[in-house]
């Protein structure tokens, strides 16, 4: 029988209460959680904000967007399953359940009822998607992700869409990227119709390598693509070398007030990855070890000073950050659930108190779970 894993229960009971509490940083971002029965899923026209009278953008709709993710999920290693050697010149046919951990509808039920408030759906496109232009998407992948995206809006959870494990763009961005543009054009097409509060869009997962170099002509372009049928919609950024918050540095993003900027945190790595990928075992959280919590609160601390500093908004506000993975390995059994908790618990204290959102990796079949 399929259970909630016990520190899956201990992040969410003790931190709930936290979300809202803002931290002693003087943050105008701060993220308290909206919710609803549902999302209507409807065509919606209405603009961005660019600028404000004082000069500086307004971050409004991305701020209450962001309040809207809140605390979310990660399905993963469904639909972003994939072959990490194919040919690129072969169109694959398979779907989310290619890694035998197809999504199943109940997973929506069971996310909402533990308290989270949104998902983030990570996709596979492109090798499922034609060679030639206009590369067309699988058309069963379309329908399995808009249906995907319904039912958790019918339970009142936005969704998060990205492009994921575009292994072949990271190595070769130039042969690569007007199939990335094409594929994008295609989904800001395929799901405008869905409403500006119900579905988000996240233009490239972790870049990294080859690809980190055109990261924000990428973005620029697919920009535009997107805002062509989708004015309102707001757009997710992950910065280069597997998304890490620390290259905001080097991001160049249009002036727009309705995009979000995504990190992903796995630090310390030692302890996060322990048992991934043949990596050692072992490692605990030392609830003790004030140094490494004094380092968890320096980097987040460090991430929201950056992004004041170079994405600046009105009446003292700044783009706003969400943390798009986090997560530990739950594959060595010396290390207890009791002890991941211990590290969740301080990790979303810091998260929760300085205002960002979240999507913890993954539900399930991750090798990270926190339902199984």
């Not at 993220?31 to 919606?44: A, Q």
């Not at 945190?265 to 004030?290: K, N």
Request: charged share 20%.
């Amino acid at each position: 029988m399929n259970v909630i894993r016990p520190f899956f229960n201990a992040i969410l009971i003790p931190v709930f209460g936290l979300i809202a509490c803002g931290g002693d940083n003087g943050d105008s971002n701060p993220v308290t959680p909206e919710s609803s029965s549902s999302i209507e899923i409807v065509s919606s026209s209405s603009s961005i904000a660019l600028s404000s009278s004082d000069g500086g953008i307004d971050y409004s709709p991305a701020i209450r967007m962001n309040k809207l993710l809140g605390k979310g999920i990660n399905l993963g290693n469904s639909w972003d399953a994939g072959r990490s050697n194919a040919d690129v010149n072969t169109v694959y046919d398979y779907s989310d359940d290619y890694w035998s951990n197809p999504i199943q509808d109940e997973w929506f039920t069971i996310v909402k009822a533990a308290g989270f408030n949104s998902i983030r759906l990570p996709v596979r496109w492109n090798q499922t998607a034609e060679n030639v232009a206009p590369y067309t998407l699988q058309a069963s992948r379309v329908a399995g992700v808009k249906e995907d995206v319904r039912i958790a809006n019918s339970l009142g959870m936005p969704v998060i869409i990205d492009v994921h494990h575009y292994l072949e763009l990271y190595a070769d961005p130039l042969g690569q990227e007007a199939k990335f543009f094409g594929i994008w054009r295609q989904i800001a097409e395929e799901f405008k119709d869905f409403s500006n509060d119900s579905l988000v869009f996240e233009i490239l997962n972790e870049s990294r390598g080859a690809s980190d170099a055109y990261l924000n002509e990428f973005i620029d372009s697919v920009y535009h693509i997107i805002r062509a049928t989708n004015p309102g919609r707001t757009i997710i950024v992950n910065p280069g070398n597997w998304g890490k918050f620390e290259e905001m540095a080097k991001l160049v993003l249009p002036a727009d007030g309705n995009m979000i900027i995504s990190g992903h945190y796995y630090d310390p790595f030692s302890f996060t990855h322990q048992g991934h990928d043949d990596r050692a075992c072992g490692v605990l959280w030392d609830t003790t070890d004030q140094t490494a919590l004094a380092t968890m609160v320096s980097d987040f601390k460090s991430y929201i000073a950056l992004a004041k500093k170079l994405f600046p908004g009105k009446n003292k506000t700044y783009i706003p950050l969400n943390v798009g993975e986090f997560g530990a390995s739950s594959a060595c059994t010396d290390v207890s659930d009791a002890n991941r908790a211990s590290y969740f618990k301080d990790l979303l204290e810091v998260m929760n108190g300085l205002g960002l959102s979240w999507h913890y990796w993954g539900f399930t079949g991750v090798g990270f779970d926190a339902y199984n």
